[in-house]
């Protein structure tokens, strides 16, 4: 069966700070890579989404995340960090024609003045 | 426009009781799904519908738990005999079409207590 693992359960950077969220999975094949973002309160908002081709990929608010098959992994990642950006961060995985997402528990990113 | 909607947003029940949870999609929208998010946890898949018809009910956690889609539209997620367990966000998601490329749009969920 699938499964996503993200080891950071809560980080915290300072504003303007670099920012790295680890995600991996564990599949038999290379699967539909997802991230989403939930601000408090809010429901999920995707900020980017990974299917073939290029392995880094840009998405929303500034974040990017790059597909490395040997490792497993796909971790998000953004230059330069604002406080808007604090909030609980999922990483997921679709399984090719397969119809549901399977979420990691989630890394809640506080961000310091 | 429109996104996903659902209601209650909060839901304070006791134990034994039945409660329904719905949720409306993004108009045009034919995929929609329901997840589960306990403390604690990540989001768990619960059933997915195309149309009226739900292909992937392997996520249900007990018989107590069923759901249904009338009209290509709305759906209810109803809990039967509700424990303490139940208490969760329950989340609704919808899609343009079925499948992993298609993106799941989340509404706001609905907190569930069970007391």
């Known amino acids: 069966a699938q499964s996503v693992t993200q080891p950071d359960i809560h980080i915290t950077v300072s504003e303007g700070a670099s920012l790295e969220l680890r995600c991996n999975y564990s599949?038999?094949?290379?699967?539909?890579l997802f991230w989403y973002v939930q601000s408090p309160g809010q429901g999920l908002q995707l900020l980017l989404k990974?299917?073939?081709?290029?392995?880094l990929v840009q998405g929303i608010k500034g974040f990017e995340a790059e597909f490395k098959r040997s490792q497993s992994s796909f971790n998000l990642r953004k230059p330069s960090v604002h406080w808007s950006d604090a909030a609980e961060y999922f990483c997921?995985?679709?399984?090719?024609?397969?119809?549901?997402?399977?979420f990691g528990t989630g890394t809640r990113l506080t961000i310091i003045p | 426009g429109a996104g996903v909607s659902q209601s209650p947003s909060n839901k304070v029940t006791e134990k034994g009781k039945d409660v329904e949870l719905r949720c409306d999609p993004i108009?045009?929208?034919?995929?929609l799904y329901w997840y589960r998010q306990s403390l604690g946890q990540g989001l768990e898949f619960l059933i997915y519908f195309q149309g009226n018809s739900a292909p992937d009910k392997s996520g249900l956690p007990s018989d107590r738990f069923s759901a249904e889609r009338t009209g290509g539209s709305v759906s209810t997620l109803t809990i039967q005999r509700t424990q303490q367990e139940d208490s969760a966000v329950y989340l609704c998601?919808?899609?343009?079409?079925?499948?992993?490329?298609?993106?799941?749009?989340f509404g706001p969920g609905t907190r569930l207590t069970v007391l």
């Open positions: 599949y038999g094949a290379t699967p539909y």
């Open positions: 998601a919808s899609s343009l079409a079925s499948g992993a490329t298609d993106t799941q749009y």
């Open positions: 108009s045009g929208h034919t995929a």
């Open positions: 997921a995985v679709g399984p090719r024609g397969n119809e549901k997402l399977t």
């Open positions: 990974y299917f073939s081709g290029d392995t």
